[in-house]
């Protein structure tokens, strides 16, 4: 009997598969299997640790915080860089999906310790941001957009929903006009095929479409990401942008470094 059973579940998630596979216009020997791409960037040179930050505004509360600069971190472990936004690019030129089904999912963005967390928010058309403040002071969330134009007010304790309506065109940034130091970063898209670095500089993005060159941008809020070095050979992203060819399971491109001079 549980034989049975285990056979019949399996049938629906390859089915499940297959139409999938088939609506990313793939062919039905293809349909049933995804990719991964993983990378893992890291700096090359030798890297400073992260400025602290002395606060000017509401010093009594915020004094009391650990504050640093986020806009580049270095993990001086191994030199894995936090924060490095990699997407599917589907603009001028891009790679062209189907029309995808997306559940809404909501994202807490917190204006919390005098900084938000998390300090990168991967997003797609339809979502919600939820912008807290668990701080004893009030801050506000300034979205600079293209398409997203909100700037709100979030007194102590309060929070505010901001529905994501469209996408935008590349990673916006998102300020505090209150705390000048308060910074975070957004992107918005139309597909789930985004992710961002961790603290070592890994990143994976699953369920990638195989059989075709899918066309990636990468993004980093202070560095260049033109001049790379992919596995040891020096390598020209255009505009941040590469292709790769996903095939079935794991397409790891190994180690991606980023020259000091490009975050100059």
């Known amino acids: 009997m549980n034989q049975i059973v ?37 700096y090359k040179g030798a890297a400073e640790a992260p400025a602290a930050i002395v606060p000017n505004v509401d010093q009594a509360f915020c004094g009391q915080k650990k504050i640093f600069n986020e806009s580049l971190v270095v993990n001086p472990e191994n030199n894995g860089i936090r924060d490095v936004i990699v997407y599917v690019y589907t603009g001028r030129r891009g790679t062209d999906l189907p029309e995808m089904k997306l559940e809404p999912k909501t994202h807490v963005l917190a204006n919390e310790d005098c900084r938000f967390e998390p300090h990168v928010v991967l997003a797609k058309k339809g979502d919600t941001i939820k912008v807290t403040n668990p701080d004893k002071v009030g801050h506000n969330a300034n979205f600079q957009g293209f398409n997203i134009s909100e700037n709100p007010t979030i007194p102590a304790g309060a929070e505010v929903d901001i529905k994501l309506e469209d996408t935008e065109p590349s990673v916006i940034p998102v300020s505090c006009n209150i705390h000048n130091w308060m ?14 670095s961790d603290k070592d500089g890994v990143l994976e993005i699953t369920g990638l479409p195989v059989g ?9 809020e202070k560095g260049s990401l033109t001049d790379v070095i992919v596995d040891g050979k020096s390598a020209s992203w255009r505009a941040s942008k590469f292709e790769v060819e996903i095939k079935p399971g794991m397409n790891d491109m190994g180690t991606i470094e980023v020259p000091a001079a490009a975050f100059e």
């Not at 399996?10 to 995804?34: D, F, K, N, Y």
């Not at 910074?183 to 961002?196: E, G, I, N, T, Y």
């Open 212 to 220: 075709k060159e899918i066309i990636f941008r990468a993004n980093h």
């Open 6 to 42: 285990f056979s019949a579940s399996r049938l629906v998630c390859v089915t499940a598969g297959i139409v999938v596979g088939l609506s990313l216009g793939l062919s039905p020997a293809m349909a049933q299997e995804t990719g991964t791409l993983r990378m893992t960037f890291k």
């Open 183 to 196: 910074q975070a970063r957004l992107l918005v898209v139309d597909h789930p095929f985004a992710a961002s």
